[in-house]
């Protein structure tokens, strides 16, 4: 009996681990519920952004106004690019439930180049304002516009980056739990931009060309 009790004494000192139970520190969910969280303070952010175009979208400064800048054939493009990709996200989900991993890349590469088409548009709108002298600081209104359009487009850039990481995972562990999940969050995170673009489109776009 003493040979045990010294062997465990021996034992706990040698492996300090030892001396604690080991047991899943991740909660069931956990991950899911931090990400709507962290999904809510981003429509937090969203709102004051929206707040603001409101109270300043009028403000022109002797400026152009909305009407005079916004090509919305071009933007018609833009809004069908991003919501395209909603699609084809929904589509690597319904692949990756079937546990076919190559398809489930395919549509999110193709998700990718959608978002990446999106970005590329909205950056030569703003160069092209830009460069008519319609730049942030030329009034409040664009100010305002280019506070909240330019923070969804670094959000669907940050998506990208965050897609093309977890297609490097997936083809490395393929469709593992913690995949799944990862899958998850970023397909909760890139229909939110879809519905803030709607908004954008909405708000900014279609009302800021009425007289």
């Known amino acids: ?26 909660p069931q969910n ?27 979208g009028r403000n022109y400064a002797g400026g152009p106004s909305g009407a005079e800048l916004f090509d919305l054939p071009l933007v018609a493009m833009n809004t069908a690019l991003l919501l395209l990709s909603s699609i084809t996200y929904g589509f690597a989900m319904l692949e990756s439930v079937r546990k076919r991993l190559r398809p489930t890349m395919a549509w999110l590469a193709i998700t990718g180049l959608l978002g990446a088409g999106f970005l590329a548009l909205e950056l030569y709108e703003f160069s092209h304002l830009i460069h008519e002298g319609a730049g942030p600081q030329r009034s409040a209104f664009l100010t305002s516009f280019f506070a909240l359009v330019g923070t969804h487009g670094l959000h669907v850039a940050f998506g990208i980056v965050w897609l093309i990481t977890l297609m490097f995972q997936l083809n490395r562990h393929g469709l593992i739990p913690e995949n799944n999940r990862r899958l998850m969050c970023l397909s909760m995170f890139w229909h939110f931009l879809d519905v803030i673009w709607i908004g954008v489109f909405t708000f900014v776009y279609l009302m800021g060309v009425l007289p």
């Not at 010294?6 to 001396?19: F, G, I, K, Q, Y």
């Open 1 to 26: 009996m003493s040979d045990i009790t010294a062997n465990s004494v021996d034992a706990l000192n040698t492996d300090p681990s030892a001396r604690y139970y080991v047991r899943e520190h991740h």
């Open 30 to 56: 956990g991950t899911l519920l931090g990400f709507w969280i962290y999904l809510m303070s981003d429509c937090l952010i969203f709102a004051c952004l929206f707040a603001a175009y409101a109270v300043l």
